[in-house]
């Protein structure tokens, strides 16, 4: 199977079968000298790094409206060599959005902070996936958005409204699996509270808030991908 899934298309997505391989991924069992090398210049380079565990992918396929896949769980520091060998490397990234679409329609983005690997650079409050986000093998999509959203802007997202399944995007760089979450209050609102939320944080993963109000409104810093995701939501797609 291994990564069959058309590119640069918005897919609609009914189920995600993707499971957590207990097994080490082949890329870190192949590259350790230099996952260790390459960790000490990110560390030197920026020491607010941290070496958690993530996942990476081995397969991932689209059937049927499904995307089947495995991943194993990876240390940060072979992620980060990965990011710079990902080409013809046998692995391939996977992470979610929570489209976070506030009462006036406008979707409400972030901004991350400085002493991240992605400083300055806009997209939805999102992570990588973690094995926390795993149930039974099985990824959970969803506990993975709402943990990430609530992580990075002290939103609870548990009980807003969900659109009717997942679509994703599959490009070169990796695939984004996203989900409308619908709430009540104004962009203006939410953002508001994602700010006052930062303030209080004594390490805060993001800058802060981006609201995006028509599909024309794409701010600097804006993440190649978000894009598509901006036009598909204000094309009125669901």
Request: aromatic content about 8%.
């Amino acid at each position: 199977m291994r990564f069959d899934l058309p590119r640069n298309v918005i897919l609609p997505v009914d189920a995600v079968d993707v499971r957590l391989d207990p097994g080490p991924h082949p890329f870190a069992r192949s590259n350790a000298a230099a996952i260790a090398e390459n960790w000490r210049q990110e560390i030197a380079a920026n020491p607010a790094l941290f070496d958690g565990a993530v996942v990476l992918l081995s397969e991932l396929a689209y059937r049927d409206g499904r995307l089947v896949g495995r991943c194993h769980a990876v240390n940060y520091s072979t992620f980060m060599l990965w990011r710079k060998r990902r080409e013809n490397s046998g692995a391939e990234h996977a992470y979610a959005h929570a489209v976070l679409v506030a009462g006036d329609n406008a979707l409400v983005a972030i901004r991350m902070g400085p002493h991240t690997v992605n400083t300055g650079r806009v997209y939805f409050a999102a992570g990588s996936f973690e094995p926390i986000d795993f149930r039974e093998g099985l990824v959970d999509v969803d506990f993975n958005m709402i943990r990430e959203v609530r992580e990075e802007t002290g939103l609870d997202l548990s009980t807003a409204e969900r659109g009717q399944r997942y679509h994703a995007l599959s490009t070169a760089n990796g695939t984004v699996i996203f989900r409308r979450y619908q709430v009540a209050e104004t962009a203006d609102e939410l953002a508001r509270r994602i700010t006052v939320f930062v303030a209080t944080e004594t390490d805060p993963e993001i800058e802060g808030p981006v609201i995006i109000r028509h599909a024309g409104d794409l701010p600097a810093g804006l993440m190649p991908h978000m894009k598509p995701l901006v036009e598909w939501h204000f094309g009125g797609d669901r």
